[in-house]
């Protein structure tokens, strides 16, 4: 009896192992999205300050009226706190889809997890999230957006290519924690490095706002006042930049070479002379973001990373690419 007994309860044992297994795996699988007509979506913006978010917001906005989904839209103003929440109220509401921007890589991953386990499937949108604490393919669907690092690579060979012998490069980074900015320093300042030549003299956070892009410009131009190459990660603090380098006496483009990346009032820029080159980073998100959810409804293999193709403008084609340029 007491071998029987033994015997039940192991098998009971291997079952329940069996159980706590297979709910492992169902857990560590993607949410699915069913085949409808239309779809109710949330879309968590980060924040709505500058040119580059609006022209975003506006492009998933049309997209969304053109297929006739319901868009869910949520701004967190910058506030990493803010879009945690945004997405929680998403998966109260019970919507299908999330699309995320998230602002910091970290900070986001409970919002990430908490919709997976809602079963709620996630596609981000232009930054990241941690790759260490959730994974595309696992967590969320899939990242689209553009290549950070090289972006951050092609200006820097650009640069190296052009400095004519200036050497001394102010670096204005992006929001501390996020993705474009980590990457677009990496691919950048490897580059840099590898050519040899040049000096990052000063690299500091510009939060990709205009303003405070001048103010931490400003303060760096003066703590080395031999700086003659300003790196931003962002067209507001390049422009931030132009104008903290004109209020140093100098003049930007000869004195001081700008570096920039986004794409649209930089530009401008570049025709005007003020900025040297800028790499584009594509905001219309809208056409490629609902294509590639539409094709998760059918069952098809998505890649980890979609690939958003973005331009580059100097003096060679500024003025010829300025009406294509968001």
Known sequence: MNRISRRAFMLAATAA??????????????????????????????????????AQTNSMKAEAEKLGHQLVYTDAAGSAAKQVADVNSMIAQGVDLIFLAPREEKPLIPAVMAAKKAG???????????????????????????DFIEEGKRIAEWLVKNANGKSKIIEL?????????????????????????FEIVASQSGDFARDKGRQVAEALLQAHPDADIVYAHNDEMAI???????????????????????????VQAVIDGKI???????????????????????????????????????????????????
């Open 17 to 54: 192992g069996a159980i706590a297994i297979a709910g492992t795996v169902a857990f560590a699988e993607l949410p699915k999205l069913a085949q409808k007509e239309t779809y109710k979506v949330g879309f968590a913006q980060t924040e709505s300050n500058n040119p580059w978010r609006i």
């Open 120 to 146: 709620i499937p996630v596609i981000l949108l232009d930054r990241s999230v941690d790759p260490s604490l959730a994974k595309a393919g696992e967590d969320y669907v899939t990242f689209i957006g553009s």
């Open 173 to 197: 980074e992006g929001t501390t924690g996020s993705s474009p900015a980590n990457d677009r320093k990496k691919g950048f300042d490897e580059t840099i490095k590898a050519a040899g030549g």
């Open 240 to 266: 931030g930049a132009i104008a903290a380098i004109e209020a140093a006496g100098k003049v930007p483009g000869k004195d001081v070479l700008v570096l920039s990346i986004d794409g649209k009032e930089a």
């Open 276 to 326: 040297a080159a800028v790499v584009e980073c594509n905001p219309r998100f809208g056409p490629k973001a609902f294509e590639t959810m539409l094709r998760y409804a059918k069952g098809e293999k998505i890649d980890p990373m979609v690939i958003n193709e973005d331009k580059f403008y100097d003096s060679s084609n500024a003025a010829a690419e300025l009406a294509n340029a968001y």
